[in-house]
């Protein structure tokens, strides 16, 4: 079973920074892009950065400049560094990977973590 697992969440003043993760957990040959999405209550799940194997990150244009996602290969990890939080940026905050390959070749597609509650104050 392969499973999404966050972490870091929590609730920071307006100006402060948190630091996301995601750990893909399972027998995982590969995985293709991980991004990171948010969901504010009464509104829909929004992408907040991509980034593929190769590093090459995507941000909505909401958050260029204040959010930085990273990923570490090796431990099929990714991470979401905020900073200069806003209000605005309250919601839970959602792992994606888009393609996961198994050891034994199987293929994930879509997979979702169960997601990390960010609540910023003003």
């Known amino acids: 079973q392969v499973q999404l697992v966050e972490s870091g969440g929590g609730l920071v003043q307006a100006g402060g920074s948190l630091r996301l993760s995601c750990a893909a957990l399972g027998r995982i040959f590969s995985i293709d892009k991980m991004g990171w999405f948010r969901q504010a209550p009464g509104k829909q799940r929004d992408l907040v950065a991509t980034i593929t194997r190769d590093g090459t990150a995507d941000y909505a244009d909401s958050v260029k400049g204040r959010f930085t996602i990273s990923r570490d290969i090796a431990k099929n990890t990714v991470s979401l560094q905020m900073s200069s939080l806003k209000p605005d940026d309250t919601a839970a905050y959602y792992c994606?990977?888009?393609?996961?390959?198994?050891?034994?070749?199987?293929?994930?597609?879509?997979?979702w973590g169960q997601g990390t509650q960010v609540t910023v104050s003003s």
């Open positions: 994606n990977a888009d393609k996961i390959i198994k050891t034994d070749w199987r293929v994930i597609v879509d997979l």
